[in-house]
């Protein structure tokens, strides 16, 4: 398991306090631009309430360890007794915490402090509070209002990869969707010559493998045959458009539907991060001009991933204002 610092995207929301607060788009990052409020009532609560990106941003599987609030902060003056807290739902316990004249960041919850949320639903909206003890007229300065989830990832996730037909300059296959399924159904390319023809698709590694996920291995697995050998055929397959095949052997097909496999769980064939597996090609040769039809019925890729051990390489989500 590893441990990983999620960022998440706080919107305002449309409840009635927050149209007394000044620029609230302010709060959303430490840049010294403020958002502001001027309370002169004493002993009453006023939120500042946001919805978050949380159901999307917690990766499906991850525990909830932690959840911190982060608000810097201050106040024109003290004499009031100005207080604020910060916490998950559109309404938070009273506020203990004093502020200053200074601008401070102050922390609710932590790393190890879940605040009593056990799923991102708990995260949906998030307020901060403020109070005064003494009905003096008191602004409020707010730089920023972060919240960050500490969340326990599994270890060695295997992702398969859905491919996408690429038609390349180089050959076209007929029925090239056919390889999404072992099923004796075949994506063919007939060759009457010894150039090396390349197969491309694309995949939703950017969409399904995180940013920051450390590669592992890259598994293809490809069920091919031919109709002759007497072409002395053979085949390879790799990441990127053109399937060097970094780390990876030659396969040479016989006339019988047999399944190579290529790389592993710990071997990444040459890929660092998920940006390198946008492709994946079959590179498809022979040693003789014999005409030769190669048949495809399945190609899948497997990525074997972890995420990163080191606290520093954590995700980040933009602000949205």
């Not at 706080?10 to 607060?21: E, F, I, R, V």
């Not at 998030?126 to 990832?153: E, P």
Request: charged share 10%; hydrophobic share 40%; with cysteine.
């Amino acid at each position: 398991m590893a441990i990983q610092k999620i960022t998440l995207t706080l919107t305002k929301d449309s409840a009635t306090q927050n149209n007394n607060w000044v620029n609230p788009a302010n709060a959303f990052a430490v840049d010294g631009a403020e958002m502001s409020i001027s309370r002169g009532t004493a002993a009453s609560n006023w939120y500042f309430t946001c919805s978050t990106d949380a159901a999307s941003a917690i990766p499906s599987g991850g525990v909830i360890v932690g959840v911190e609030f982060l608000v810097t902060a201050r106040v024109n003056i003290t004499s009031s007794t100005p207080t604020i807290n910060a916490g998950p739902g559109s309404t938070t316990p009273t506020p203990t915490t004093e502020l200053t004249t200074s601008l401070v960041e102050y922390a609710f919850g932590g790393p190890t402090d879940t605040m009593g949320v056990s799923a991102a639903s708990g995260l949906a909206t998030v307020a901060l509070n403020t109070r005064l003890a003494a009905a003096t007229t008191t602004t409020f300065y707010v730089d920023a209002f972060i919240v960050n989830v500490y969340v326990d990832m599994p270890a060695g996730a295997a992702q398969a990869l859905t491919l996408t037909w690429v038609s390349p300059d180089a050959m076209a296959f007929t029925n090239p969707a056919n390889v999404a399924t072992s099923n004796n159904v075949y994506a063919t390319a007939t060759k009457s010559s010894t150039s090396n023809d390349y197969a491309v698709w694309t995949t939703n590694a950017a969409s399904v493998i995180p940013a920051n996920a450390v590669i592992l291995g890259v598994q293809m697995q490809v069920e091919y045959k031919v109709s002759t050998t007497a072409s002395s055929p053979f085949f390879r397959a790799g990441i990127g458009e053109l399937a060097q095949n970094t780390g990876a052997t030659t396969a040479s097909p016989t006339t019988s539907d047999v399944t190579y496999t290529f790389g592993g769980p710990t071997d990444n064939m040459g890929a660092a991060s998920r940006a390198d597996l946008a492709k994946v090609a079959l590179r498809i040769s022979q040693s003789t001009s014999t005409s030769t039809t190669h048949s495809v019925d399945y190609f899948g890729v497997t990525v074997y991933w972890d995420y990163p051990t080191d606290g520093t390489n954590c995700m980040f989500f933009g602000e949205n204002f």
